[in-house]
């Protein structure tokens, strides 16, 4: 079975600060990663993905993850936050067809 | 294109009443997916369908939850009668082709509130 574990429900940073959000998966077969964020009354836009190409994946507005198989982490950072991306952040862990999804981890960028 | 559609995007009913969610999948997606936000639980995938045909709806949380696809366009997802546990927000989310390499496009949701 698979699963993801984001560490952390709400996170805050000051703006311009270093952006991290954890990610832990579990999966007895190489999983296949993303993250997506939600904005407030939105759907889920994808961020990134990890499809075992390269480790450290590189996504839209500025932010990237890195898989760490001997940590089972997939962790999400941005070196600088800015007030947009305050945001619902979800990782997600898929195989096949079905995408697990992580409790979310909330982002407030402090002024 | 313009993306996964749903309709309406916020819902009131009244217990017992019956509610029909709307979905249109983007153009040529052959994988649609229902899934339900709250707050306790957090996304969770209730039903999802390969070329108009359900593949797996283990997540459909009881027999008052249906969904169909009758073409490739418009996808249903009713529940009859409602009850205020209900109250979620629902995302359809399409893909082409499943997991792996492919990502879901989800819809901006309906958010649905039973009283």
């Known amino acids: 079975a698979q699963s993801v574990t984001q560490l952390g429900s709400h996170v805050s940073v000051s703006e311009g600060a270093l952006v991290l959000l954890r990610c832990n998966y579990s999966?007895?077969?190489?999983?296949?990663l993303f993250w997506y964020v939600q904005y407030p009354n939105q759907g889920l836009q994808l961020l990134l993905k990890y499809t075992s190409a390269a480790t450290l994946v590189k996504g839209i507005n500025g932010f990237e993850a890195e898989f760490k198989k001997s940590e089972t982490s997939f962790h999400l950072t941005k070196p600088s936050a800015h007030m947009s991306d305050a945001a619902e952040y979800f990782c997600a862990v898929t195989r096949t067809y079905k995408y697990i999804f992580g409790t979310g981890t909330r982002l407030k960028v402090l002024a | 294109d313009a993306g996964v559609i749903q309709s309406p995007r916020h819902e009131v009913t009244e217990m017992g009443q019956e509610v029909t969610l709307r979905c249109k999948p983007i153009s040529g997606h052959d994988y649609l997916f229902w899934y339900r936000q709250t707050m306790m639980r957090g996304l969770e995938l209730l039903i999802y369908f390969n070329n108009n045909v359900p593949i797996d709806d283990s997540g459909m949380p009881e027999d008052r939850f249906s969904a169909k696809m009758p073409n490739a366009s418009f996808s249903t997802l009713k529940i009859q009668p409602s009850e205020p546990r209900d109250s979620a927000v629902y995302f359809c989310?399409?893909?082409?082709?499943?997991?792996?390499?492919?990502?879901?496009?989800f819809g901006q949701g309906t958010r649905l509130t039973v009283v």
């Open positions: 989310a399409s893909s082409l082709g499943a997991g792996a390499r492919t990502e879901a496009f």
């Open positions: 999966s007895s077969v190489p999983p296949y």
